[in-house]
């Protein structure tokens, strides 16, 4: 599945998932991906169909059972580790 729109989620809504955003964002224009929206939410208003690939802190793992495709992070504001896994669901692409 071509990954279209990337939604990063954390308990609130608010600055866990915005931080992760900005860092999704910046990865994929150092990756060359183009085309993607990325977006941020709560786990709680966020659904399986609200995004082809969803990026969540390895904290919050019990709550993404119903989501299709899953990036969990161990640091949330890690650049690397999010760049290492995101190339990992790009080449799965």
């Excluded at 991906?33 to 019990?62: N, R, Y």
Aim: aromatic fraction near 4%.
């Amino acid at each position: 599945m071509e990954i279209r729109k990337i939604m990063c989620c954390c308990g609130q809504g608010l600055g866990s998932s915005l931080i992760i955003r900005m860092n999704v964002e910046k990865t994929l224009k150092k990756l060359g991906k183009t085309g993607i929206e990325v977006l941020h939410a709560s786990l709680s208003d966020a659904s399986p169909t609200s995004a082809d690939l969803f990026v969540v802190g390895g904290d919050l793992e019990a709550f993404t059972d119903s989501f299709p495709r899953i990036v969990l992070l161990d640091n949330i504001v890690s650049l690397p580790e999010l760049e290492e896994k995101l190339k990992k669901v790009f080449e799965e692409e």
